[in-house]
């Protein structure tokens, strides 16, 4: 079993552009959550994809958005960049809209210069 | 919103020492507590969990004891290795307002150091 993975592991962009990270949750889950971990802290909820649908965001402007396609995978979608975006994205899968064990990515490492 | 108050660190312990972080919980109804770890440079892994009061979760050697009437979730392991040594995160899971959906609450975590 693969597991969630994520791509990239890193990338550095500049300000002003847009990144697209992507994630192919575990075997058999159906529901995508993403969260932004800034440096030194806990992860935040940025929202979450469920049946092709975001169900429910997070405290994150409109600048973020994601998709998830019938394979159940994930992108999320930042225009825009700004310094402060800098931070490790993770993408979480689980089963039925967050209900069980939520198994985490590594994470993408997003550096904004 | 629900939140999760977790001591702050870094926190630095010889091997074979007694570890314990403390965890605190805001939440409207019963939320499940977990503990989760981060090692440098991996994304976050379940350590151990607790779905309802006086439950207690254990996991490699670590323990943490669900209180409702203290709201907390303390972690706690006997004898601490130099293979411990990561951010340990405590979270709680939150029901969405919309269509039932979960999310899971972090604390800011605590860096732990464990030297030889």
């Known amino acids: 079993d693969a597991g969630v993975t994520q791509s990239p592991t890193h990338l550095i962009k500049t300000r002003g552009q847009q990144v697209t990270l992507r994630c192919s949750p575990k075997?058999?889950?159906?529901?995508v959550s993403w969260y932004q971990q800034a440096l030194g802290q806990g992860p935040q909820f940025i929202f979450q994809y469920y049946e092709e649908e975001e169900r429910q965001r997070g405290n994150f402007p409109d600048r973020f958005s994601g998709h998830q396609f019938p394979n159940y995978s994930s992108e999320l979608n930042v225009n825009a960049l700004l310094l402060g975006d800098s931070a490790l994205y993770l993408c979480a899968s689980t089963l039925d809209r967050g209900v069980g064990e939520a198994f985490f990515g590594q994470g993408t490492r997003l550096t904004v210069v | 919103g629900d939140s999760v108050t977790q001591m702050e660190g870094p926190v630095t312990l010889s091997e074979e020492a007694f570890l314990t972080i403390n965890c605190t919980y805001t939440?409207?109804?019963?939320?499940?507590l977990f503990w989760y770890v981060q090692y440098p440079g991996e994304g976050l892994q379940l350590l151990l969990k607790a779905t309802k009061a006086d439950d207690k979760g254990s996991n490699k050697g670590f323990e943490a004891t669900y209180r409702k009437e203290t709201t907390s979730f303390h972690l706690e392991k006997g004898s601490v290795q130099v293979s411990d040594s990561a951010v340990y995160f405590c979270?709680?899971?939150?029901?969405?307002?919309?269509?039932?959906?979960?999310?899971?609450?972090f604390g800011k975590g605590t860096k732990l150091t464990v030297n030889p």
């Open positions: 075997s058999g889950h159906d529901t």
């Open positions: 979270a709680l899971r939150e029901t969405l307002t919309q269509g039932g959906s979960e999310k899971l609450v």
């Open positions: 939440a409207t109804g019963y939320p499940s």
